[in-house]
Nanobody, 119 residues
Framework: QVQLVESGGGLVQAGGSLRLSCAAS?????MGWFRQAPGKEREFVAA????????YYAASIKGRFTISKDNAKNTVYLQMNSLEPEDTAVYYC???????????????WGQGTQVTVSS
């Protein structure tokens, strides 16, 4: 399994920006970001394939969030702009060996980082 360490969460006002980072011990087919708000199920946010860099986004964040990668650093980023209170959640990065982005397709997970957006 790939070891993942996230960083970059915090408290920000609505309309602000944050960038999350996820350092990986190795590569897989793709890396993804998920989030889980209190009382809600974990949901897909974005994913990027390691080799080609193809990106995929959830409809709720498309146009506001950007996923990117640095292969040399084995690091994936999530740039979050125009943040809304509804974006408040614990954000997790994860790694998958297959070209499918359901929660169950990811076999390695980071510890999560809290993002809080105040109104």
């Amino acid at each position: 399994q790939v070891q993942l360490v996230e960083s970059g969460g915090g408290l920000v006002q609505a309309g602000g920006s944050l960038r999350l980072s996820c350092a990986a011990s190795g590569s897989n087919y793709a890396m993804g970001w998920f989030r889980q708000a209190p009382g809600k199920e974990r949901e897909f946010v974005a994913a990027i394939s390691w080799s080609i860099g193809s990106t995929y986004y959830a409809a709720s964040i498309k146009g506001r969030f950007t996923i990117s990668k640095d292969n040399a650093k084995n690091t994936v980023y999530l740039q979050m702009n125009s943040l809304e209170p509804e974006d408040t959640a614990v954000y997790y990065c994860a790694s998958t060996p297959v070209p499918s982005f359901r929660v169950t397709d990811f076999d390695s997970w980071g510890q999560g980082t809290q993002v809080t957006v105040s109104s």
